[in-house]
Nanobody, 123 residues
Framework: VQLQASGGGLVQAGGSLRLSCAASGRTFSSYAMGWFRQAPGKEREFVASISWNGVSTYYAGSVKGRFTISRDNAKNTGYLAMNSLKSEDTAVYYC?????????????????WGQGTQVTVSS
């Protein structure tokens, strides 16, 4: 499956953004999806995951309660709604997909990756 992330931008601290991840090439509904991020000088880290049917979600502790992952299989698109953004949320955000729900919770797990979208939070 091919993935394309979009929706990043510059936002003030406390603001909100919604990222999108458009899928093509294969049946998106067969895949679990995850979001990851990589800040300058840091390793890529897990942010959130969602099962193929949207029933199960899982979040990194640093974003739990502020970010919401969702998906619309009819539109072949996944989303990451980000609220109460902090300067430490500044990073390139990547969406990823895999048949395994466990794999999309691990940086080296997913078989498919999108190209990344920059999120910058100004304090």
């Amino acid at each position: 499956v091919q993935l394309q992330a979009s929706g990043g931008g510059l936002v003030q601290a406390g603001g909100s953004l919604r990222l999108s991840c458009a899928a093509s090439g294969r049946t998106f509904s067969s895949y679990a999806m995850g979001w990851f991020r990589q800040a300058p000088g840091k390793e890529r880290e897990f942010v959130a995951s969602i099962s193929w049917n949207g029933v199960s979600t899982y979040y990194a502790g640093s974003v739990k309660g502020r970010f919401t992952i969702s998906r619309d299989n009819a539109k072949n698109t996944g989303y990451l709604a980000m609220n109460s953004l902090k300067s430490e949320d500044t990073a390139v955000y990547y969406c990823a997909a895999d048949f395994s729900y466990v794999a999309v919770q691990r940086v080296r797990g997913p078989s498919s990756w999108g190209q990344g979208t920059q999120v910058t939070v100004s304090s």
